[in-house]
């Protein structure tokens, strides 16, 4: 019923896989999409792309999972991706889940938990030295006894 579009020579139209996402729009839903995502206007919904970027003048009011992330505008929500950053115009409400790499500029604007999800790697030797130090802490202190003097038992 769909063909692809094709130019006049009969060819497919080359497509990058990248969808924009208008100032002057707004949507009501969520947006699901294997390939990578600009969003300028306002999304009211859940984000489920590939590789997402949200301009100074982007606003999503919604969960957001991707890959990567790179946000400059507004988010009031949960983020979980691999690789997130931040720019310094980005005003963030919602707790970010990451698992690779987080990286904020100054001037940004985060209110909410901010936690790096373990992406199934083994305890480093660093991460069991502390373990270990923490398990120690909570040892029982000997109860103290009163000592009796030689001349005292008999």
Do not use: C, W
């Not at 990451?98 to 030797?125: C, H, P, Q, V």
């Amino acid at each position: 019923m769909f063909e692809t579009f094709r130019k006049e020579d009969g060819k497919k139209l080359n497509h990058s896989g990248r969808s924009h996402f208008g100032e002057t729009m707004q949507l009501e839903g969520d947006i699901r999409s294997t390939g990578s995502v600009d969003i300028a206007g306002l999304i009211n919904g859940n984000v489920f792309v590939s590789e997402l970027i949200i301009s100074e003048t982007g606003s999503v009011r919604g969960f957001i999972e991707s890959e990567s992330i790179e946000i400059n505008g507004h988010v009031e929500g949960k983020i979980s991706a691999d690789s997130i950053i931040v720019g310094k115009n980005a005003v963030i409400k919602g707790d970010i889940f990451f698992k690779n790499t987080l990286k904020t500029e100054e001037g940004a604007d985060i209110d909410g938990y901010i936690k790096r999800m373990s992406n199934g790697k083994k305890n480093t030797e660093e991460d069991i030295a502390i373990e270990e130090i923490v398990e120690k802490e909570k040892t029982i202190k000997p109860k103290i006894v009163p000592v009796t003097t030689h001349k005292e038992a008999v």
